[in-house]
């Protein structure tokens, strides 16, 4: 099981400037947002981590975000925390580090009520939801190879090259342009 600690100030100071950068509607709402930095088990005999820090779907992670029950609110956590690889965060640029956090903001919505109000639990602390991201690209290369163009894996792949391609792919433009090579 992942050990944890409380994130530097430089994480929570990165996760409060970009808050006021980019999340105008969590800035408004007084949302509080906390950071944990979580490391890896170790081997006792050679000291190296026994397996990734954080999971997300079975697959390691290297952050993730949740909302914060009322009950631990109360207690005095914030609204919403962040959990961060501990040992990546280190080894990460200034710009990585802000991407990653940014991404775990975003996650992050405000619930309104039917008039745009901000709904409030008891404790009159905004209420949350997870906004899902706008792609999860999961499969498995032996199903695409076996089934190729029948098989949701190229499917996905091939729709997600289509809307998002320019933006997520323009290091190689043609990759989706011809049929994959795909053995029988």
């Not at 950068?21 to 944990?36: P, Y």
């Not at 949350?128 to 999860?136: A, I, N, S």
């Not at 894996?153 to 049929?179: C, H, I, K, Q, T």
Request: glycine share 6%; proline share 6%; with cysteine.
């Amino acid at each position: 099981m992942a050990t944890f600690r409380n994130a530097d100030q430089d994480a929570i100071d990165l996760i409060e400037q970009l808050i006021g950068r980019h999340h105008a509607d969590l800035q408004a709402a007084g949302v509080t947002v906390g950071a944990l930095f979580a490391f890896a088990p170790t081997d006792k005999e050679t000291g190296e981590p026994k397996g990734p820090a954080l999971k997300k779907y079975g697959m390691p992670a290297v952050a993730s975000v949740r909302v914060v029950n009322q009950k631990d609110r109360v207690a005095g956590l914030p609204d919403a925390q962040i959990l961060v690889d501990g040992e990546a965060w280190k080894d990460w640029s200034e710009d990585r580090q802000a991407a990653v956090i940014d991404r775990q903001l975003l996650h992050l919505e405000v619930k309104r009520d039917e008039d745009g109000q901000v709904k409030l639990d008891d404790c009159f602390r905004p209420k949350l939801k997870l906004r899902p991201p706008d792609w999860l690209v999961s499969g498995f290369e032996t199903i695409a190879r076996r089934h190729g163009e029948a098989s949701l894996e190229v499917m996905e792949a091939r729709s997600l090259a289509d809307e998002w391609g320019n933006l997520l792919f323009d290091f190689a433009p043609d990759a989706f342009a011809a049929e994959p090579d795909l053995p029988t």
